[in-house]
């Protein structure tokens, strides 16, 4: 099966709370895909589901999957995590 780089930018928020947001893959109509959460596994896990359910949608129907190459850098404040996603 193929494996996707999935690209999130995470930061975190004055209340301590952690955000993260796909910077490689087009949001669809509800938007780019972003999770908040306690912790930065929470959060990974959450886009990470998200970006592999969006990817296999495309791959599914035959439909050129939406890459943002290059990404937008990061904020000041976010940090790159890179994650691999299995199909």
């Known amino acids: 099966a193929p494996a996707f780089s999935c690209i999130v930018y995470v930061s975190k928020t ?45 791959h599914g129907e035959n439909q050129k999957i939406a890459w943002i190459d290059p990404p937008q850098p990061p904020l000041e404040n976010e940090q790159v995590r890179l994650v691999p996603v299995h199909l």
């Open 14 to 58: 004055a209340e301590g709370m952690i955000c993260g947001r796909v910077a490689n893959l087009a949001g669809d109509d509800s938007g780019e895909i972003s999770a908040r959460g306690n912790s930065e596994r929470d959060v990974l896990l959450n886009v990470t589901r998200e970006f592999k359910s969006r990817v296999l949608k495309m």
